[in-house]
């Protein structure tokens, strides 16, 4: 599975951006799409997570700031978005795409390039 991530930039505190990233197949019932971020010096860390069905999940430190989406059409999901508001300094890292196939109970994980998130005045 390849996954292709954008829409990283240079914004200020407060502002907004819109990340997405393009799955190379529609999901499966079982997969889990996310957005991890990983800041210089910091392990990388899980910021939201949304399942084909549309469940999905947020780190505290960005609940209400970041809203995670997919373009469901028909049943059929590649494409998620990570809206992201209110953008502190501390919002600062690259952001991965990630998608954990779910495989004879064993997880795979497939990561997207990254794309770097700078907030800055």
């Known amino acids: 599975v390849q996954l292709q991530a954008s829409g990283g930039g240079l914004v200020q505190p407060g502002g907004s951006l819109r990340l997405s990233c393009v799955a190379s197949?529609?999901?499966?019932?079982?997969?889990?799409m996310g957005w991890y971020r990983q800041a210089p010096g910091k392990e990388r860390e899980l910021v939201a997570s949304?399942?084909?069905?549309?469940?999905?999940?947020?780190?505290d430190s960005v609940k209400g700031r970041f809203t995670i989406s997919s373009n469901n059409v028909k049943n059929t999901v590649n494409t998620v978005f990570l809206q992201v508001n209110s953008l502190k300094a501390e919002d600062t890292a690259v952001y991965y795409c990630?998608?954990?196939?779910?495989?004879?109970?064993?997880?795979?994980?497939?990561w997207g390039q990254g794309t770097l998130v700078t907030v800055s005045s």
């Open positions: 949304i399942t084909k069905g549309g469940s999905s999940k947020y780190a």
């Open positions: 197949r529609s999901l499966y019932s079982t997969d889990v």
């Open positions: 990630n998608l954990r196939e779910l495989r004879y109970y064993i997880n795979y994980d497939y």
